[in-house]
């Protein structure tokens, strides 16, 4: 990643993540969510383990370490993507993304609690107006005469996602300060992640059953490899490359870009208070995820959430 200029090493990260929530929506009609989300993750985990053993990162962890890794992998990648999936069956793809903002708010009060993390006042403010926001657009959708029973079903979703992701979140920033390394953590992640999904689909009954519709197919590999493996490599090179704070204005463009593909794509036709709620979340993520000048490192840390 080191030939890519900075501008494209951004480009690449909110292109690809901007797009992943809409990529999803190809996978959850006419077959099971539980199937696509445990596919895609052993898919994606493999790659990321064969590209850390490409590298030379070493991948011996001991069984506590895995036990760990199973926890995160459970939360941050299975479970909550489930409902990720099943949300997207309720609303569009764009305001699942804008939900997802409200993630770093919880894990960040979670780090705070729990490992003593600072949280600034600025920090706490953006959290604040990120939530706000989605809370304007979830009520407009759900208010209005038509479809207003799948919109309160893709709110619950939402915010069952992003619940379990919190978990995962903090499981995960508890698991780097053990001393394992990110991407080691992330393909473990992925395949434990995996495997709930898997028993998910099996204990509902759906099975895990591999459909024969290009467009799944299509979007999958674009799920696994590019919005997994490609973007995260690109990230945590521009991260290395400018520090933190500005590489988290990824996080900032991604919900906005995911509700302009919407708009584009899904036939999505927002209105006035729906944009406004979507210029407070994305106030509220600049807030959050743009430190100040003095560099002060985000209380979640990592990388924003994708799709």
């Known amino acids: 990643m080191s030939r890519f200029k900075t501008w494209q090493l951004f480009a690449i990260c909110v292109v690809v993540w901007g797009t992943t929530w809409h990529a999803i929506t ?12 445990a596919v895609r993750f052993a898919l994606a985990g493999l790659a990321v383990l064969a590209f850390c053993r490409w590298r030379g990162v070493p991948l011996g962890r001991s069984l506590a370490d895995h036990g760990a890794l199973a926890l995160q992998g459970v939360f ?31 894990s960040g009060i979670g780090a705070a609690l729990l490992f003593g993390a600072a949280l600034s006042r600025r920090f706490i ?66 395949l434990y992640g995996s495997i709930a999904a898997a028993i998910v689909a099996l204990a509902t009954g759906r099975g895990v059953a591999l459909p024969s519709a290009p467009s799944w ?23 290395d490359r400018v520090g933190v704070g500005a590489a988290g204005t990824v996080g900032v463009m991604t919900p906005l870009l995911a509700l302009v593909v919407s708009i584009a794509f899904e036939g999505f036709r927002p209105d006035v208070l729906t944009a406004a709620g979507a210029a407070l979340t994305v106030a509220g993520n600049a807030l959050m995820l743009i430190p100040a000048r003095s560099g002060r490192r985000p209380a979640q840390g990592g990388a924003p959430e994708a799709g």
Request: hydrophobic share 55%.
């Open 26 to 37: 190809y996978q959850v009609f006419d077959f099971s969510a539980e199937s696509g989300v």
């Open 76 to 106: 941050l990648y299975g479970v909550s993507y489930v409902c990720v999936y099943h949300a997207e069956r309720f609303v569009p793809s764009g305001l699942v993304a804008v939900g997802y903002s409200a993630s770093p708010l919880l």
């Open 125 to 190: 403010l953006g959290g604040v107006l990120g939530v706000c926001g989605v809370v304007v657009i979830f009520w407009t959708e759900i208010t209005r005469a038509s479809g207003s029973d799948r919109a309160a079903l893709g709110a619950l979703f939402t915010v069952a996602s992003v619940l379990l992701s919190a978990v995962g979140s903090l499981v995960a920033s508890r698991n780097r300060k053990r001393g394992i390394a990110l991407l080691p953590a992330m393909g473990f992640g992925m």
């Open 217 to 239: 197919w299509l979007s999958l590999a674009y799920l696994a490899f590019a919005g997994s493996v490609l973007t995260f490599a690109c990230f945590l090179t521009l991260q």
